[in-house]
């Protein structure tokens, strides 16, 4: 961020016989010289100049300093660049290099807007119009929805024969008397349950929820829209839902086998699974003991609740011991044992769902816990300003990154590799300097990254 001049000197302890003073004089100086690679992303996928599009601007247009693009652009490359709060922006409206991702003509004379104003576009409510006071951009989180889904059709050249959609719940802990604050007994805390939705690295849906209410609470509803926008483009795609034992619910596997969607679930254990098992739990705490390691056994069988299930469906079970005791595990799956086998169903499909965690934990990296406003509304447009820089860095590293050491990096690592770069900012009629670090320790990256960037055509 930029620095102010003052005249004051700092003196600190001298090395050997050189005196050390200090002095904020450097000019236009940040930590973000990197960001200049999120906004060629942008210029070749344009998320956030469509995201922009999902707001109604009631505002007189004589009377704005600020277009929606500007302040939404401002919102989502501050919070990819790590600074979460509102609060930040009273100094970060002056970087000359944030108004250059931004957009701002005069990058050098302008500033950006404070955090009064960008608070005033995240509590806009739904009913808003011209003749509000002050909150008139209204957002079409539809129209939000939507966009996520478009990105993940845009970003593939041709259709896959196969995707696997993830879904997952997580907690989101709440300080404050938040609309929808709910105490979780799982959790041990108030919170809200966001509904995840991945494909892959690639986010689909991101629904903040009340926590009194079970895991899988509007999944079908999610599933519905993002597998009809899906098959609109791709009719012939084979789709795969997958996702713990809390989705595991009649209405969604119904849905499911209605809709020709493949599963594979997490299935609570119980007696009546484990009965069906007992044999290969035997065989596993023998070889244990016999060995000393861990024993797994794999089984199948067919299986129907006394009273949820609408019909008898394919259980997989793994019997498996451990020093701690027996740990058997269920999934049920609409996959046929010749497409599927149980240890490779269970062993390499279904628990691959684990890398779902990583991409949750991208979220929070993003800060998409920062739910302090008052409303369920206004958190979130905070989860789907989070969610639009996640999908800026994954495009970084989608369009970027393939290749590299960071193909694999998750944001706050590229965060921290190529984005938080010093840098001084010089600007004159005609150009815009950037002397970023010269002891940047990445440059070879940095130069691969841009060259390969460059090479994906421009489409905004």
């Known amino acids: 961020m930029s620095t102010e001049c003052t005249e004051k000197d700092f003196g600190f302890h001298p090395l050997k016989q050189r005196e050390i003073r200090a002095r904020f004089d450097g000019g236009a100086i940040t930590t973000d010289g990197g960001g200049l690679l999120l906004r060629e992303v942008e210029k070749r996928i344009g998320i956030v100049r469509r995201f922009a599009t999902c707001f109604r601007d009631h505002r007189n247009p004589d009377r704005i300093e600020h277009r ?24 970060l409206r002056k970087d000359p290099l944030l108004a250059v991702l931004v957009e701002k003509s005069d990058p050098g004379g302008g500033v950006l807007a404070g955090k009064s104003t960008l608070n005033r576009l995240e509590l806009t409510p739904e009913t808003a119009s011209a003749k509000a006071r002050y909150k008139k951009i209204v957002a079409d989180h539809g129209a939000v929805d939507q966009l996520f889904v478009d990105v993940f059709l845009a ?22 008397n938040q609309e929808g604050r709910f105490f979780h007994g799982y959790y041990g805390q108030y919170c809200y349950l966001p509904l995840y939705i991945f494909c892959g690295e690639f986010l689909l849906c991101a629904r903040l929820r009340p926590s009194n209410l079970d895991a899988s609470e509007g999944s079908v509803e999610e599933l519905k829209r993002i597998v009809k926008q899906i098959r609109a483009v791709w009719p012939e795609v084979r789709i795969l839902v997958r996702g713990d034992s809390g989705f595991c619910r009649e209405e969604l596997m119904a849905w499911c086998e209605a809709e020709g969607v493949d599963y594979v679930l997490g299935l609570a254990k119980n007696e009546r699974l484990k009965a069906h098992i ?15 390691q861990a024993a ?24 498996e011991h451990l020093e701690k005791g027996e740990n058997p595990r269920f999934v049920v799956t609409s996959l046929t044992a010749q497409e599927w086998p149980t240890s490779a169903l269970y062993e390499q499909l279904y628990c691959a ?13 993003l800060f998409a816990d920062r739910t302090s406003t008052a409303y369920l509304r206004s958190n979130q447009l905070r989860l789907y300003f989070s969610s639009v820089a996640y999908v800026l860095l994954q495009m970084l590293r989608h369009l970027g990154l393939p290749g590299t050491e960071l193909a694999k990096a998750q944001c706050a690592t590229l965060r921290l590799k190529l984005l938080k770069i010093g840098a001084q900012i010089r600007i004159s009629v005609r150009k815009v300097w950037v002397s970023l670090a010269g002891g940047y320790p990445d440059v070879a990256l940095f130069q691969k990254v841009h060259e390969t960037l460059c090479a994906v055509p421009l489409k905004y």
């Open 155 to 176: 970003a593939h050249a041709q259709a896959p024969e196969q995707i696997t959609l993830d879904l997952d719940a997580t907690d989101d802990p709440l300080h404050g």
């Open 68 to 91: 929606v693009e500007e302040l939404v652009a401002q919102r989502v490359y501050g919070l990819a660049l790590g600074y979460e709060d509102l609060n930040d922006h009273e100094e």
């Open 353 to 365: 769902r684990g890398d779902m965690e990583n991409r949750i934990k991208e979220q929070l990296m």
């Open 278 to 292: 007992q044999k290969e739990l035997q065989k596993a705490k023998q070889q244990y003991l016999q060995t000393g």
């Open 296 to 319: 797994r056994l794999f089984q199948e069988f067919s299986y129907q609740t006394r009273k949820s299930w609408s019909q008898r469906r394919r259980v997989v079970a793994k019997a």
